[in-house]
């Protein structure tokens, strides 16, 4: 598959990328794991040059390799290189976590897939009911697994939400700051993801939670200075900026979003802390340059990198000063 996007499924409308292969509402994690290609498994192999450690018969080294699925001419793919204490979580286990909220049609699969030679992989489930922030302005609610087979990173599962009208993607966060339930890929992994059914049932409180908030946002009025001094709290300027009273490229590129995009000049929208807020994820995911980014590169930096960070901050602000200002 081009792009990078090397398999994926999807339920409704096309991703902006052209990408994957569609599938009917509320297949299982099977149907939808073949769907996008994931029904492959990775292996721990004794790496090259490793030495046995212990009488268990232990390496002090292990590679991970992407095993080829039988009747396919597939070869295998060395992701890493991991010490002794990591564990894999398979594909099909990542998708079973879905299983406690999607078999009982609290949620359905609307998209998964891998990203690259299928070092990072990815669920996102899709919630019963849409937030209403104003009128004509709805956000769909998701949950979103990322599991990552290089021996980087861990599995990490995310609130995120969807706004209908231009698709940016909103991060949210639990009350304790955690950006994501984040488990390492270590022996004890099993026992922490046999917690995420407890972490599963407060979705939808999570959900309430940022409801509230975000229709705070929506009675703030970016009147006077209100709009640079929250790209200041998201995006400050340097010292010599400061000093030479320059305005930030970002600021620039933000300012146009937020007073040009057509979505955010909605009745309600228009002029508000929440405009702002969306203004700023806006242009992360579609407007921030970058340079030769592929479909790939830009879905990992606006859901797992950068680009997820920045939207996390500007959420964190955003709520200050809707506390502040209100």
Avoid at 23 to 52: D, H, S
Avoid at 184 to 208: G, V
Avoid at 266 to 282: D, K, R, S
Wanted: hydrophobic share 40%; charged share 30%.
């Amino acid at each position: 598959m081009p792009a990078n996007v090397q398999t994926m499924a999807y339920y409704g409308e096309k991703p902006w990328h052209g990408l994957g292969k569609e599938v009917p509402k509320g297949v299982t994690a099977e149907e939808m794991i073949r769907a996008a290609g994931l029904n492959w498994e990775v292996e721990l192999r004794p790496a090259r040059g490793a030495r046995k450690i212990n009488r268990k018969g232990e390496f002090s080294r292990y590679e991970i390799v992407r095993v080829p699925r039988p009747g396919t001419k597939e070869t295998e793919v060395l992701f890493g290189v991991v010490s002794r204490r990591y564990q894999p979580l398979q594909n099909i286990e990542a998708f079973g976590f879905f299983d406690l909220i999607v078999g009982e049609r609290k949620a359905y699969f609307e998209t998964a897939g891998a990203l690259g030679e299928g070092e990072r992989i990815w669920v996102m489930a899709r919630m019963p009911d849409a937030m209403k922030i104003v009128s004509g302005d709805e956000c769909f609610k998701y949950l979103l697994l990322s599991n990552t087979h290089s021996g980087e990173g861990s599995v990490i599962v995310k609130f995120t939400m969807v706004r209908v009208v231009c698709q940016n993607t909103l991060m949210l966060a639990m009350d304790d700051g955690q950006k994501a339930y984040r488990v390492r890929h270590s022996r004890q992994m099993q026992f922490k993801l046999n917690e995420l059914a407890d972490f599963l049932s407060i979705t939808q409180e999570i959900f309430l939670k940022a409801e509230e908030q975000f229709r705070k946002m929506v009675k703030i009025q970016m009147t006077g200075t209100r709009l640079n001094d929250y790209l200041e709290a998201v995006y400050p300027r340097t010292d010599n900026q400061k000093k030479k009273g320059e305005t930030p490229a970002r600021w620039k590129h933000v300012h146009e979003v937020f007073e040009n995009s057509d979505d955010l000049q909605l009745p309600g929208v228009c002029g508000t802390l929440w405009g702002a807020y969306n203004a700023i994820t806006g242009f992360e995911d579609y407007k921030e340059p970058q340079q030769e980014e592929l479909p790939d590169q830009r879905l990992d930096r606006i859901w797992f990198g950068s680009g997820a960070d920045i939207k996390m901050k500007a959420l964190f602000k955003a709520t200050e000063l809707a506390n502040a200002w209100n």
